[in-house]
């Protein structure tokens, strides 16, 4: 390593262990999770895609290991076998994660914060927000694009509509996958096109149905012609397939639908014009997403008593980050005018911890920091700058 390398390693682990220090003097408590973690919750909770970038073994039992991919999970599963389980408690962290990343080093720091059993949601979604900012601010970034959404506003519009089960579950499955819900929509808004003739029956008594009767039917035929698993799909899979055909068979999204999530969709700008659009929206519509829409508004006036200046920041209701498990507030900080990774990113995750094996649902909000995109940002920053004086 070179002199000009190891100078440049010393500031950024100087600059990180002051970042935890600060986290910590918030009145976070320092986490050190196990570096090798059961692999089932990050496949369950990620989704088998997330396997071709995991590192991966097994114990003497034949359960499934890996290095862990990222914090949040090893965090909660530490928290929910404490005795603060339950409990408002806060944790910090900073510490090397694993994952294969092509031909950058598998190897990489994270830092962050999380939160668990805050009933007072909207106050701590914004300290997060706040305490993400203060992150970026401390590598000596001033101008950064915050970009935020709601998956919590979503899932009201689309129970307000009272679709079809599987329409919700597919919509709200591709919520954060921009090009698919676009394309969804496109679909939906067509009558589904001819289907296989031998299975018009199952799919005339499917066409409406909930899943666990779906899955009920499917299992019945399936035990009938003795067999559990067909062309590698499990029944699971055969009456999600059926269902989802038997409901776009019977019919397009009604238009009006359409209509409104399209419209739904568009709304950006800062929080306060969001929220007006909102409200247009929810009145003209006769929509009841009321309450979801007060959570939004209550955060804002969090944000902004926490120093932050609500005008500058970007609310989108088709922003969402790719991860299953939110179930609010989403936020990405980048360095301004960049389009490439996010530099401090989170939001709220209230399932998780209940799909992580707790009695009762817990809430659960934090963020993780990119140490070595927020040391890249910074370097820019301060080429710039000197740059900029030289002239």
Not at 92 to 110: D, I, M, N, T
């Amino acid at each position: 390593m070179t002199d000009t390398h190891a100078f440049g390693a010393t500031r950024t682990a100087s600059r990180a262990a002051a970042l935890l220090s600060s986290f910590m003097q918030a009145g976070y408590i320092k986490a050190e999770p196990a570096i090798l973690q059961p692999a089932e919750p990050f496949l369950d909770l990620s989704g088998e895609d997330i396997r071709k970038s995991l590192y991966l073994t097994s114990d003497s039992g034949g359960e499934e290991l890996c290095l862990r991919p990222d914090l949040t999970i090893p965090v909660a599963r530490d928290y929910l076998a404490s005795s603060k389980a339950g409990k408002p408690a806060g944790f910090c962290y900073l510490g090397p994660v694993f994952r294969y990343r092509g031909g950058r080093s598998s190897e990489f720091p994270q830092a962050g914060i999380e939160s668990f059993g805050r009933q007072d949601r909207a106050a701590a979604d914004a300290e997060m927000l706040a305490l993400g900012l203060e992150a970026v601010a401390a590598f000596g970034i001033a101008d950064v694009d915050i970009r935020t959404g709601d998956v919590a506003l979503f899932t009201a519009l689309i129970d307000s509509l009272d679709l079809y089960p599987v329409w919700r579950r597919r919509l709200m499955k591709d919520f954060n996958r921009k090009v698919s819900l676009a394309l969804d929509i496109e679909r939906l808004t067509l009558a589904s096109g001819p289907g296989h003739k031998e299975y018009e029956g199952v799919l005339a008594a499917l066409a409406g149905s909930d899943r666990k009767a779906a899955l009920a039917l499917v299992t019945d035929m399936m035990s009938i012609a003795g067999a559990t698993i067909v062309g590698g799909r499990s029944l699971d899979e055969i009456a999600d397939r059926f269902l989802e055909q038997s409901t776009l068979k019977s019919g397009a999204l009604p238009h009006e639908a359409l209509t409104i999530i399209k419209r739904f969709l568009a709304i950006s700008g800062d929080p306060d014009d969001a929220l007006g659009q909102l409200r247009a929206l929810a009145s003209d519509a006769g929509l009841d997403i009321h309450r979801a829409i007060d959570q939004v508004e209550s955060r804002t006036g969090f944000m902004a008593a926490r120093g932050v200046e609500t005008d500058s920041i970007s609310f989108a209701t088709a922003f969402g980050r790719g991860v299953d498990y939110y179930t609010g507030f989403e936020f990405e900080l980048q360095r301004k005018d960049q389009d490439d990774e996010p530099l401090v990113a989170g939001g709220r995750y209230d399932d998780l911890m209940t799909r992580l094996g707790a009695a009762a649902p817990i809430p659960a909000v934090g963020f993780a920091v990119w140490i070595e995109a927020l040391t890249r940002s910074a370097d820019v920053s301060s080429a710039s700058r000197i740059g900029g004086s030289a002239q």
